[in-house]
């Protein structure tokens, strides 16, 4: 399978103004031991998926990364599992 490199083309900052509901939080587990000093809070901004077709579907996922930490984080890989949703 072929490596997926992503990189940021462009950035525009600009403050929020007024008030926003927070986004649900985000369970999730570390697969490492967890780094001392590094608290993360993972909160879901937009999910958004189309309708399945020849047994694919495409996923929007927007995630806030919020290290509640001490200490910065340099480098952060996140993995994500979909798993199909089955009828009882």
Not at 26 to 55: K, M, T
Request: hydrophobic share 35%; charged share 25%; net charge negative.
């Amino acid at each position: 399978m072929p490596e997926l490199q992503s990189s940021v083309e462009s950035v525009k900052q600009e403050g929020f103004q007024g008030d926003y509901d927070a986004s649900p939080k985000v369970n999730f587990s570390w697969e490492i031991p967890q780094p001392n000093n590094i608290a993360l809070e993972i909160r879901e901004r937009f999910v958004d998926y189309g309708s399945e077709s020849f047994g694919l579907r495409f996923y929007k996922h927007q995630l806030e990364i919020k290290n509640i930490g001490t200490l910065s984080v340099k480098n952060l890989k996140l993995k994500h599992q979909w798993f199909r949703e089955t009828l009882c």
